[in-house]
């Protein structure tokens, strides 16, 4: 039913929406977590250029990361210094692209999400002994599982569809940086309206399965959440 | 959750594709340009994408590193500022393999072309800020009697391949397109199924007219070509194209050799 390039165009766009979300809930949990622990200046500056991603056109996004990964950029210099190709139209690229264009949608629920953990039962559990770690994975992890479930969906719907900032990045190439959203561009424009149509119903239906089958896997931890907070 | 973390793995181990032999090209050559590319393979076994948007976004990313050997240009404009900016070592080159013509498709409730254009609620032309086909469209409308009420009427797309999408969806009654997008008969027979059924459609909806030459600037279609060890056959595409026993692709494809 699928062509080798439809796969191919299937396969890049799921791989990025999970690299991206993945790597966003590693790397901006931490920061999530600071900005969620009080109230200050800075951080309202911090959550303003974190939340600029939203506001602002793919397009302008787009201009200036192809100037700052194309090859003669200073940017690539370093990466070449450390053995790393530029990463303009090459996937690492449009992983990066998308995790600068998903910023948002990672921070604000897990922020949100540390926020309701309350600063006393963090200080009672210290106070009975719990070390760092033990606090981590005892207490918050299980009470923020909701808050990275939402996180991770909101991160990978959104890359799911992405179009603009990744056209830009990636230069559509076929095998490497050629999505799905993409591909059924590429069909419009070839006059090709039954594969445009099959591809768009399967990326429709696709979505739907994966945010279907997610939002389920959250009601297990969510209601553990609830129970939790019950017997406190 | 475990599941979740098998496929997480999986993917950051999952080996990258093969990176398949690349040509860029204008979009006035969607159509026609896979059929090269097939003919090619079928003779040479050599297995060549291409990507096509408009001459000026391809220009601008080839200049960001796009990993693009060979460009197929629908303006020698790009191509010679592509190659002021190629270092010695890429050794780039550029020539010219042919002068385009504009075609001007409108409604057959029209009787003729100028009909169309003073009664049309919309002209679809490609964007004439980095598409030639759109730059060629703009001045033949510009120096028509009819300027000014023309001028509301253009509705802009962002490539050559996409007025045809125009004319077909019915967003406009009159379309300025490259006659490559609507090529000899005997080169449509040599198309895509679908394709083929959507310009029927266009054929029985409308009708086709050459736009005299002198009315516009030449379209000259030229390419540039930088050496890339990693796609070693796209110079012998490159001259395989040009040579005679393609000439006749080229003319079904509505290109010519002089602008007249």
Redesign the interface.
Known sequence: MLYPSEW?ALWLTV?LA??SS?LLLLLTAPLAWWLSRGQSSGRNAINALLTLPLVLPPTVLGFYL??LL???SWFSQLLRLMGIE?L??R?EGLVLASMLYSLPFVVQPLQQGFGQIAQDLLQQSQALGANRWQLVAQLIWPLSRPALFSAFILSFAHTLGEFGIVLMIG??????TQLLSMLIY?Q????????AHLLSGLLLLFSFSVLFWLYQ?QRGPQQRVQQQRNQQ | MRGLKLVFTALIFSCSTNAAQLIAAASDLRLVLPVLLQQYQAKTGVSINAVFASSGKLSQQIQHGAPFSLFLAADSLYTNNLLQHCSPKQRCQTGVYGHGQLLIWYHHRFQTAEQALAQSHHIAIADPSHAPYGKAALAYLQQHSLRPELQAKIRRSDNAALVLHMLSTGQAEVGLIGHALMPAAQLQQLLPQSQQQQLQLLQKLGQTEVVPAHLYPPILHSWFYQADPKQPDIKAFLDWMQAAEQQQFWTDAGFKREHN
């Open positions: 191919q791989k999970l690299l993945f192809v100037l194309s090859p003669d530029a303009a139209f996937f230069g559509n190439i076929p095998g490497q590429d419009v424009e070839s006059l090709n309206y039954a594969r896997q």
